[in-house]
């Protein structure tokens, strides 16, 4: 009789989801630390909010669908949906709305996290991604969506790129209200599929976008979306409107005002900026990369986007009767340290521990000893952790790109001279344990 075999569990990840190694993780660091740094010189304070909601509280601005499945990951607890949250945004109006009495007005913060999106995956677009955001919330003050944008391009000129490497594009809601009050959009949900589909335009060209504002649009894939079913006329119109280059809105002349007075000038006013969430109520910002790379299929692109944010004054309101308009921008993490990666060769150090070779279980104690007097001294070093002949033991240290194996069996152990072989020039030195140490701390 023949046995069932037994379903193993698959080790591929689901679509949107990467694994992240050591290099881009310490790059990523890198990135982190520098924000930190430009957010306490500029006076924001540092908030972690949960990575689940009450869907309720932050699935207004989705598709409104009988499972609140669409662009979020949801389960339903007893009575209640929760949510992975799908921004930092929202759970933001959330805090601010319970501890309205407590923080400060306007309450500057900033907050790094991950969030999730229930959407169809592509190059370079995750299910799962690190965000970094940071906000100004009660205040009406353009100053503050202007600051925003001169934060962000110290953030990305202390990673390393120049002035000619990104571009700050803006452009501001009113404009596109004004352009669906001309084709007559009203249904707020037609509204927000229009939106959706203008905030392609970089992915798609407008040849894409004009379908997704028509009847709908199926991809290479086969999947349809479907569309806002605006007739040719409205679309045209849309489409002549938004290419215009000189908009006239009281609130971008402000902000072009005010970049005047911090000398800021790496901007361009793009009325094809959209945003693609229907929160925002007036500037919006993007912020965008000039250079090519490389896609997963070594084809060379642009990298385009990698962030932006806007004005959303009445997303707190929501919660109740709060006055806290507010401004925010928000820059995808994991995208900025994908595109810095191929830009320029970061010269990270890796550490990477020496390793103490066993030659004799009974001789632990001694390993031990000679491992607590290098870690004293700040040295990253490790007892061989497995198995093995010696032979195991040096495929394992340059496996994991060891800079040294030190070897320390009985005859080392009773002249007190452990032999350090270096693994890059393949010297060997028997030395004593405080020679040892100056020795380590010129290979590492």
């Known amino acids: 009789m023949k046995k069932d075999k037994k379903n193993k569990p698959s080790k591929e990840l689901p679509l949107g989801f990467v694994d992240r190694q050591e290099k881009e993780l310490i790059i990523r660091d890198f990135i982190i630390s520098n924000i930190k740094k430009v957010m306490i010189k500029y006076g924001f304070q540092y908030l972690e909010t949960p990575s689940f909601e009450f869907t309720d509280s932050i699935g207004k601005f989705l598709p409104d669908k009988e499972r609140p499945d669409e662009g979020v990951f949801s389960f339903q607890d007893e009575k209640n949906w929760l949510s992975l949250r799908y921004d930092l945004t929202a759970p933001l109006a959330r805090y601010v709305a319970k501890n309205y009495l407590e923080i400060p007005k306007p309450f500057k913060r900033y907050q790094l996290g991950t969030v999730w999106r229930n959407e169809k995956p592509g190059p370079g677009r995750f299910r799962e991604f690190l965000q970094f955001d940071a906000d100004f919330v009660g205040t009406k003050s353009l100053q503050a969506d202007a600051e925003l944008c001169v934060l962000i391009s110290e953030i990305l000129e202390n990673c390393g790129l120049n002035k000619k490497e990104y571009i700050i594009k803006i452009s501001s809601r009113k404009i596109t209200e004004e352009i669906f009050k001309k084709v007559k959009i009203k249904n707020t949900a037609q509204k927000l599929t229009a939106l959706r589909a203008l905030d392609k335009v970089d992915r798609l060209g407008w040849e894409g976008v004009k379908q997704l504002l028509g009847e709908g649009r199926k991809d290479k894939s086969g999947d349809f979306t479907t569309g806002a079913n605006l007739s040719l006329e409205s679309i045209n ?55 090519d790379i490389k896609n997963n299929k070594g084809q060379v692109v642009q990298f385009g986007s ?37 830009k320029k060769e970061f010269k990270i150090k890796q550490t990477k521990p020496i390793v103490i070779c066993i030659f004799e279980k009974s001789l632990m104690k001694e390993y031990i000893s000679l491992q607590t007097i290098l870690r004293s001294e700040g040295i990253s070093v490790e007892i061989y952790p497995g198995e093995g002949k010696l032979k195991k033991q040096m495929e394992y240290a340059n496996k994991i790109k060891s800079p040294a194996v030190i070897l320390y069996g009985e005859n080392e152990i009773k002249t007190g001279k452990p032999t350090l072989r270096n693994l890059v020039s393949g010297n060997e030195k028997s030395i004593t344990t405080k020679e040892l140490i100056n020795e380590i701390k010129k290979i590492i």
Not at 253 to 265: G, H, P, R, T, V
Not at 313 to 322: E, R
Not at 325 to 342: E, F, K, N, W
């Open 237 to 291: 119109l849309i489409e002549k409107e938004l290419k215009n280059k000189s908009p006239e809105t009281e609130d971008l002349k402000e902000i072009l005002k005010i970049f005047k007075d911090y000398n800021f000038s790496n901007f361009e006013v793009d009325p094809s900026v959209i945003r693609g969430l229907e929160y925002y109520t007036g500037p919006i910002f993007e912020v965008n990369l000039k250079f």
């Open 306 to 342: 990698i962030g932006g944010g806007g004005r959303y004054d009445n997303l707190v309101s929501n919660f109740g009767n709060y006055d806290a308009p507010a401004t925010g921008i928000s820059i995808g993490l994991d995208r900025l340290v994908y595109a810095l990666m191929q």
